[in-house]
């Protein structure tokens, strides 16, 4: 347990709705991650941060934009929810110097 | 972009040694690592191994490195019933902007009685 958690574990939502969701970490890592995980494509990464108000793409950020006004708390944000969004998203945390990444519960999002 | 290839599914009777396989093709890949999912559950890392390494003993555990093939491999001896879960590989290559992770498909392992 590396001190993870997300907010809401689950949440069904309506196409054309914003959803934010939460990553909380309670041991002020530098380096913060979010992930989808779909059948057939593993875990792919949508954003990432490198501190405060630092952030960057990954693979998969289309539809979706991130905020880090805090150390511990990473928001992803989708403006305007499809059903493609549709997945079960991860956070996930790294120490400044360390190759060991942590992962949180999951949120599992459905866009109806 | 990166590729890793895993198979989808394995399933071995408890007692054997079950080993999952992994192919990468980004040569850059500095480290490797093997993450477990149970079901409804986050993922856990397994183990990982540096490339300039070709294996990694960690109790019933070892990981195999191939550089030169881009294959790794992880080999669990006496494998239990608890040991049923999706098992990833992903591989990181270091970057000025942390660690970010590629992930294989996840291979499926059923352990059977």
């Known amino acids: 347990d590396a001190g993870i958690t997300q907010s809401p574990r689950h949440k069904v939502t309506e196409t054309g709705t914003p959803v934010t969701l939460r990553c909380h970490q309670t041991?002020?890592?530098?380096?913060m991650y979010w992930y989808r995980q779909d059948p057939g494509h593993g875990l792919r990464l949508i954003h990432y941060?490198?501190?405060?108000?630092?952030?960057d793409k990954g693979e998969v950020s289309d539809g979706y934009s991130v905020s880090r006004s805090k150390t511990e708390d990473f928001l992803l944000t989708l403006e305007s929810a499809t059903s493609s969004q549709t997945s079960v998203y991860f956070c996930?945390?790294?120490?400044?110097?360390?190759?060991?990444?942590?992962f949180g519960p999951g949120t599992r999002l459905t866009v109806t | 972009g990166e590729d890793v290839e895993q198979s989808l599914f394995l399933s071995v009777r408890e007692g054997d040694s079950s080993v999952i396989n992994c192919t990468y093709t980004?040569?850059?890949?500095?480290?490797l690592y093997w993450y477990k999912q149970e079901p409804g559950a986050g993922l856990q890392l397994l183990t990982y191994?540096?490339?300039?390494?070709d294996m990694k003993q960690d109790q019933r555990l070892t990981v195999l490195l191939n550089k030169k093939d881009k294959h790794l491999s992880l080999r669990i001896a006496d494998t239990q019933t608890g040991d049923s879960a999706i098992y990833f590989c992903?591989?990181?290559?270091?970057?000025?902007?942390?660690?970010?992770?590629?992930f294989g498909t996840g291979t499926q392992l059923k352990v059977e009685l």
């Open positions: 996930a945390i790294s120490k400044q110097g360390s190759y060991e990444q942590y």
């Open positions: 041991e002020n890592h530098r380096y």
């Open positions: 941060s490198y501190g405060v108000k630092d952030t």
């Open positions: 980004d040569s850059s890949s500095t480290y």
């Open positions: 191994i540096f490339s300039n390494m």
């Open positions: 992903a591989h990181t290559a270091l970057t000025g902007g942390g660690n970010k992770l590629t």
